[in-house]
């Protein structure tokens, strides 16, 4: 350093304003470039300028320049057109990783019970992963809701006991993007969702398009998608009074948008909003909601709330129901909160 002090440890990264060394003494220390008098790094260090070239080789560091050794010979460039330091190692696990490898998310999971003069049961699952290289992005995700709620008529002999399904939704699905530049990337995902009580038995989404980075920051990442979906819905519905099978086909937009923030050091909010404009028939949409927070409590234990709204201008007018025909509303709104568990990270 240039106060005289001399650091050792690993190389971890640096992108052409800071370093950061790991030490056994000090864990991870960040170190000002500016402040850095020389430096030494062995073994095969990744260095990417500004002008978009790459070298790998041993580093060394002195008086504002870098030096890489390469096999071809001895790169120099100055330090201020420096964009990424890395250790080839840790680079290549992040451009070509397997399939199975550096997959991170969560597992959620929410229960609550009464007894006495109610008896209610609600269970709320859920699981969101993702896997990110340098070029590519491969996420999953599933949830399923369901409550009951049971009622005891006293006055009969014997009692009779009733029980209602109170909620009863499941869905899931994956999604596939790849960067074409700094900026744009391309997409392709696959949802599936089902709601009972709507009595939509499946509701099959395919879509494919183009997004745009808008926002590319380690605090804050803002998406916007655009494309087309494919979209095949199966209700079971009511046909003068008979319980029937109502399916279609929908082909329609899909615009949206994607926006993560890292609210301090321990809360991460997602927001997603998606509009589906039907191009068979004018003025009919299907549109999600979705808002979620993640709060770490301690190490891989977290808590998450999370809250949904689905809404479709058409759903059928008329839904079968534990044999009962009943009115079908536009929207589901959904809310959970419970504790998170996190794998990879």
């Given at each position: 350093?240039?106060?005289?002090?001399?650091?050792?440890?690993?190389?971890?990264?640096?992108?052409?304003?800071?370093?950061?060394?790991?030490?056994?003494?000090?864990?991870?220390?960040?170190?000002?470039?500016?402040?850095?008098?020389?430096?030494?790094?062995?073994?095969?260090?990744?260095?990417?300028?500004?002008?978009?070239?790459?070298?790998?080789?041993?580093?060394?560091?002195?008086?504002?320049?870098?030096?890489?050794?390469?096999?071809?010979?001895?790169?120099e460039l100055p330090i201020s057109k420096v964009t990424a330091l890395s250790q080839e190692s840790e680079y290549e696990k992040t451009a070509h990783p397997s399939l199975l490898q550096d997959w991170k998310g969560?597992?959620?999971?929410?229960?609550?019970?009464?007894?006495?003069?109610?008896?209610?049961?609600?269970?709320?699952?859920?699981?969101?992963?993702?896997?990110?290289?340098?070029?590519?992005?491969?996420?999953?995700?599933?949830?399923?809701?369901?409550?009951?709620?049971?009622?005891?008529?006293?006055?009969?002999?014997?009692?009779?006991?009733?029980?209602?399904?109170?909620?009863?939704?499941?869905?899931?699905?994956?999604?596939?993007?790849?960067?074409?530049?700094?900026?744009?990337?391309?997409?392709?995902?696959?949802?599936?969702?089902?709601?009972?009580?709507?009595?939509?038995?499946?509701?099959s989404a395919f879509s494919g398009g183009l997004g745009y980075h808008a926002i590319q920051s380690d605090r804050t990442t803002l998406d916007l998608l655009g494309g087309l979906n494919y979209t095949h819905e199966s209700y079971a519905i009511s046909l003068s009074g008979k319980p029937s099978t109502l399916s279609r086909n929908r082909v329609a937009l899909t615009l949206g948008e994607e926006l993560m923030h890292k609210l301090g050091t321990s809360t991460v909010l997602n927001q997603r909003l998606q509009f589906f404009p039907d191009l068979n028939r004018a003025g009919d949409f299907r549109a999600t909601f979705d808002f979620a927070s993640v709060t770490k409590i301690y190490k891989h234990l977290g808590w998450q709330n999370s809250f949904s709204d689905i809404y479709v201008t058409d759903p059928p007018a008329g839904t079968v129901q534990n044999g009962v025909i009943v009115k079908t509303k536009r929207n589901d709104v959904i809310l959970t909160t419970g504790l998170t568990v996190s794998f990879g990270q």
């Open positions: 350093m240039k106060n005289g002090d001399r650091l050792t440890g690993t190389f971890v990264k640096s992108d052409g304003k800071t370093l950061v060394l790991h030490t056994d003494y000090a864990g991870d220390v960040t170190l000002n470039w500016s402040a850095i008098a020389s430096m030494q790094a062995g073994g095969k260090i990744r260095v990417e300028s500004q002008a978009g070239k790459t070298a790998v080789g041993p580093v060394t560091a002195s008086g504002g320049k870098l030096e890489v050794g390469t096999s071809s010979g001895q790169v969560g597992v959620n999971a929410g229960f609550s019970l009464t007894a006495g003069n109610s008896q209610t049961r609600n269970l709320a699952l859920g699981l969101l992963a993702a896997r990110q290289t340098l070029n590519d992005k491969l996420s999953a995700y599933a949830n399923s809701v369901y409550a009951t709620s049971q009622t005891t008529i006293t006055t009969t002999s014997p009692p009779t006991t009733i029980t209602a399904t109170t909620a009863n939704t499941a869905g899931g699905g994956a999604r596939y993007d790849r960067n074409f530049s700094a900026k744009w990337f391309g997409f392709g995902s696959a949802d599936f969702f089902a709601n009972s009580l709507q009595s939509l038995d499946l509701r």
